[in-house]
């Protein structure tokens, strides 16, 4: 776990803050009852256990970058002014294992020139991007960065796992921060990160690393897929996201009586609610799309505000925690208070 978080009082350089939002869905849907006729599951299971009713999956040929470049290009229509000057990308299913994604996502952008790299913290890439959008421009690297995360999740699932197929799905969010003052709308608040590696095989790709590769032992056909013990990876979840969020309430001076709305990582709706009745966030205040996103890894927190803030459930000077949770393992928090930001 991280140490104490930076205050905000106190913080060098300017703070990053949200001046634009977009998403991305692609458009195929896959129904529980999709998954019934070719799994041994039913959609009461599904509904019951993960809270999902339908998922969006992207179509043979589309990879991540296809993603991110359209919820990249809603966030730059919805923020307007200057192109950023660095994009980062959360991901954990990029184009390729080398070079890194963001470039050509940049490139599709127009952006060609500017810095551009990928971040892997599965899904709390957001978190982490947010922490590193951050860094760049409180240390005067960039005014302005492009923040996506995306996931085709699908693409490393097992089609023959039932446990994860029914959960995980691909979607892309977008944020662009600016350099501005602490304490106006949109400024992010004292960030919480933290890890625990003696963990990494709760969620992992056994294959196609280091590892594997220099074993001289070649890759099952399985080992190239995701996998994840869910009942241990359920219990960390809510303690890391419960715990981070009250150090981030914290840090930022509030109580959790403050919080207005809980935009918690989407990984399954019995998660958030026992995070949420843990932290003492009524159900009204928690923001919620699993029901027809699920599990979108990285793109999770930035698809459910611009989703929220689309449908009216999230208004600006709304006092936001935002929390995630994933393969590392690896966990975050943060606020804000929301700004007036149209999603593109
Ligand atoms: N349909 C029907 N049965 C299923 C099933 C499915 N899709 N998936 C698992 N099962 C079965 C199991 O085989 C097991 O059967 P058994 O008792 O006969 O052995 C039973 O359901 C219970 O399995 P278990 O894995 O203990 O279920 P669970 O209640 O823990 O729910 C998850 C499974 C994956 C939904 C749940 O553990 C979970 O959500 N974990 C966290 C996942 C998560 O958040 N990951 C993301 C972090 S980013």
Request: charged share 15%; glycine share 12%; with cysteine.
């Amino acid at each position: 776990m991280s140490g104490t978080p930076p205050g905000a009082p106190g913080r060098t350089g300017p703070a990053a803050v949200i001046t634009g939002i977009g998403s991305h869905l692609p458009p195929d849907v896959v129904t529980n009852e999709d998954l019934s006729a070719r799994l041994d599951t039913s959609d009461e299971w599904i509904r019951s256990r993960t809270g999902i009713a339908t998922r969006h999956m992207v179509s043979p040929g589309t990879a991540t970058s296809d993603l991110a470049a359209e919820a990249g290009a809603g966030a730059l229509d919805s923020a307007g002014g200057p192109r950023p000057d660095a994009l980062v990308l959360a991901t954990t299913t990029p184009d390729r294992p080398c070079p890194a994604t963001a470039p050509e996502v940049a490139a599709r952008l127009g952006l060609t020139g500017i810095a551009a790299f990928d971040i892997s913290a599965v899904c709390t890439g957001f978190l982490y991007g947010l922490a590193t959008a951050g860094g760049l421009i409180a240390s005067g690297v960039a005014e302005r960065v492009l923040l996506i995360a995306a996931d085709a999740f699908t693409t490393i699932i097992d089609p023959l796992d039932r446990g994860t197929s029914v959960i995980f799905a691909d979607g892309a969010g977008a944020m662009v921060l600016r350099a501005g003052a602490h304490d106006e709308p949109g400024a992010i608040g004292p960030t919480v990160l933290g890890s625990d590696g003696t963990l990494s095989d709760l969620i992992e790709v056994p294959a196609g690393g280091s590892r594997q590769r220099s074993s001289g032992i070649a890759a099952g056909p399985e080992d190239g897929w995701f996998r994840m013990r869910g009942r241990e990876t359920y219990r960390h979840a809510v303690d890391r996201m419960t715990t981070a969020s009250r150090q981030a309430v914290a840090a930022a001076g509030w109580t959790t009586e403050d919080v207005d709305r809980l935009a918690a990582h989407q990984a399954n709706a019995r998660i958030l609610s026992t995070v949420a009745q843990e932290l003492g966030i009524p159900a009204e205040r928690r923001l919620s799309n699993i029901e027809y996103v699920g599990n979108t890894g990285a793109a999770s927190v930035p698809l459910l505000l611009a989703h929220s803030a689309a449908e009216g459930f999230l208004l600006p000077g709304h006092r936001v925690l935002l929390t995630a949770f994933g393969g590392g393992l690896a966990w975050g928090a943060s606020t804000v208070v929301w700004p007036d930001v149209k999603p593109g």
